[in-house]
């Protein structure tokens, strides 16, 4: 594929303010790429080289890429930094520069994803000394043969500034369209899907006739759209037990809808995590649960383990290869008895001698790149293992969690650093409510409950674990993960950090967009709001982003990216923000919402979701009306 056909459908992606628009584009172009490039044209869409866990970084400095527009257009790195500094998008100030470019180049070829990606991985790779040189000559090659709008993204790629905001779940949405006529031929999926429809079967000629041309067209449309949902669970399905969506779009492009059944969960690759609900007593996780397992809930990283043979990886719950962070960690796991294993568990640092777990803020400073050998001396961490997913080559995900872990406890076996969460099991909301009393007492978080029954269910929430939190007295039962998708500038004392407030939203997952919950101006401390606004000033955006739903415009539109953690006093019903809003139907916002801190360990599709936000609402309204 020609580099130019992929840096025009970003164009258009940039220019829309509709998801569905943008999934059409986004559609349109898969359908263009062939099976050999259709891996990198989907990392390529989201700024990468390769999926988030294989940890591959373009990052170029703007200093080199400024060089580099330098020597492809002829003009001096002066001229070019000047216009960056007017413009603040050195994407913007490349397309300008080679629209006015001094000299033509001799050897230009029209660029191709292929020439593009592999100059992009050189220079993701190259290391050492004359490394800078050379990434800076990459990068020119590349600008030589490029045109004023390839110049836009060839620029903004290696400076990680890309920000088209396509999800993962806009890409997906776009392959259950690519696939539906593939799907409108297999039979057996044709009656699934019509037998959950409703009305007459398709089957029925006599009473099909009867029906006007009108209805026909409509029931057609119906089952079409039931046919997309369908093959997009399927995709998902996938996805949420191999987080690769190059690889996962490979192979339908070669095999179908029917490749899929051969992708598998394997030691290496991450799995999208189970979530918990949340309920707000122990009587309505009984009522809920039944006998069930209940376990402390700690504060420190969740962490996924893999090991294939002597390889071990860990990923973090956003995906990311966080291996080299966790050195007793990787040495311990050498240790359980099991020579291929994806286990999970919560790491945090423990003071063994008293028995005294640590402060989130201790167990923070383990994500780091430098000193983690010295880190890892001062303050090791434990690691608090829940739920066994694989072992030995056996998917155990559909095995009933008590089994899982009753495996896990065995492969454990004696170890220091890996050891079992602490749980007991019950049928009595008043022992669960005095094992909870006893877990907040020890400095944690609260407790999860677990249905002893259920298999493990990636990337949702579907009951098999139910948290209860500590909970303040006139506030929310949990907190709440908001996506920061806007800021106010601020006055008064606050003019001086360049923040006074933020928008914030959670995520819509059947929309995949975000939808505005609350604005939020307290919590926030003078250090707090320096950092905040240093960040988000990296990722403005001139225009509302397209996945975004708000009604109140904020100073400052900001891409979707960061996700806070806010305590509330209640959600209300509300006029202004989007979350929950539907023809007729208010929506629904936070009472007097502060934030608490940063949470990097979640990507912005991580966030609490609009669903949940409704449940919660529902819940308070039911407990309130109850005292
Ligand atoms: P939350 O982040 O508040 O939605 O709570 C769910 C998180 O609690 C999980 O993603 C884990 O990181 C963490 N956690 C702590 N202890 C446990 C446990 N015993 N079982 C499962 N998750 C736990």
């Given at each position: 594929m020609k580099f130019k056909v992929l840096a025009e459908s970003f164009d258009r992606v940039e220019k829309v303010s509709k998801r569905l628009e943008m999934t059409d584009f986004l559609a349109e172009l898969f359908e263009k790429s062939n099976a050999d490039e259709i891996a990198r044209v989907i990392y390529l869409c989201q700024g990468?080289?390769?999926?988030?866990?294989?940890?591959?970084?373009?990052?170029?400095?703007e200093n080199y890429a400024e060089e580099a527009i330098a020597k492809a257009a002829g003009y001096t790195k002066a001229e070019v930094e000047k216009e960056f500094k007017k413009r603040g998008d050195l994407g913007l100030v490349a397309e300008e520069f080679l629209k006015k470019k001094k000299q033509q180049s001799l050897f230009s070829a029209e660029l191709t994803v292929e020439k593009v990606f592999k100059n992009l991985m050189k220079i993701a790779t190259t290391e050492g000394s004359g490394s800078q040189q050379l990434k800076i000559k990459l990068l020119a090659e590349l600008l030589n043969s490029a045109s004023p709008v390839e110049a836009r993204y060839l620029i903004r790629i290696p400076l990680g500034s890309?920000?088209?905001?396509?999800g993962d779940p806009t890409i997906m949405d776009a392959f259950a369209i690519n696939l539906l006529a593939e799907a409108q031929k297999d039979k057996e999926l044709v009656k699934t899907v019509e037998k959950k429809l409703?009305?007459?079967?398709?089957?029925?000629k006599n009473a099909e006739k009867k029906l006007n041309e009108k209805r026909k067209k409509k029931r057609t449309e119906e089952l079409d759209k039931k046919l997309r949902l369908a093959v997009r669970e399927k995709i998902e399905d996938k996805y949420n037990v191999h987080s690769d969506l190059g690889d996962l779009a490979e192979t339908l492009k070669r095999n179908?809808?029917?490749?899929?059944?051969?992708?598998k969960i394997e030691p290496g690759i991450p799995l999208r995590p189970t979530l918990a609900e949340r309920l707000p007593t122990a009587e309505e996780i009984i009522k809920k649960l039944g006998k069930c397992a209940v376990e402390a809930k700690y504060d420190g990283f969740r962490l996924a383990i893999h090991k294939n043979e002597t390889k071990v990886t860990i990923f973090s719950r956003?995906?990311?290869?966080?291996?080299?962070?966790?050195p007793e960690i990787v040495k311990a796991v050498?240790?359980?008895?099991?020579?291929e294993a994806i286990f999970e568990g919560e790491a945090l640092a423990f003071n063994e001698e008293t028995q005294e777990y640590c402060p989130f803020q201790i167990t923070i400073q383990?994500?780091?790149?430098?000193d983690i050998d010295k880190m890892a001396k001062e303050f090791p961490l434990t690691l608090f293992s829940f739920d066994l997913l694989y072992a030995n080559g056996k998917?155990?995900?559909?095995?009933?969690f008590k089994k899982r872990r009753e495996r896990l406890g065995k492969i454990i076996g004696k170890n220091k650093t890996i050891i079992l969460t602490d749980a007991i099991v019950t049928d009595s909301a008043k022992e669960l409510e005095e094992y909870f009393d006893k877990s907040v007492g020890k400095g944690l978080e609260g407790i999860i409950a677990k249905d002893l029954n259920a298999k493990y269910i990636a990337g949702a929430r579907k009951f098999s674990w139910i948290k209860l939190k500590r909970s303040y007295k006139g506030e929310l039962g949990d907190t709440i993960d908001t996506v920061i998708v806007g800021f106010f500038k601020g006055k008064g004392k606050r003019t001086q950090f360049g923040l006074g407030g933020l928008l914030t939203a959670v995520y819509d997952k059947k929309s995949d967009s975000f939808k505005s919950i609350a604005k939020i101006g307290t919590g926030m401390s003078e250090e707090m709001l320096e950092n905040l606004c240093k960040i988000l000033s990296k990722i403005k955006?001139?225009?509302?982003?397209?996945?975004v739903e708000s009604e109140i415009k904020p100073d400052i539109w900001v891409e979707p990216k960061y996700v806070i953690e806010v305590n509330a006093d209640e959600i209300t019903k509300s006029?202004?923000?989007?979350?929950?809003?539907?023809k007729g139907k208010e929506g629904l916002a936070l009472r007097f919402p502060r934030m608490i801190k940063?949470?990097?360990?979640?990507k912005p599709e991580q966030a609490t979701t609009v669903k949940e936000i409704e449940q919660m609402f529902k819940k308070q309204r039911h407990v309130s009306t109850g005292a």
């Open positions: 990468q080289l390769a999926p988030p866990y294989k940890d591959v970084e373009i990052g170029m400095g890309l920000r088209l905001g396509i409703k009305g007459k079967k398709s089957g029925e179908g809808i029917k490749g899929l059944e051969k992708i956003r995906q990311e290869d966080v291996t080299e962070m966790f050498k240790d359980i008895k099991a020579n383990r994500k780091r790149k430098y998917n155990l995900m559909g095995l009933p955006s001139e225009k509302k982003p397209a996945r006029p202004i923000h989007t979350a929950g809003k539907a940063l949470r990097q360990d979640k």
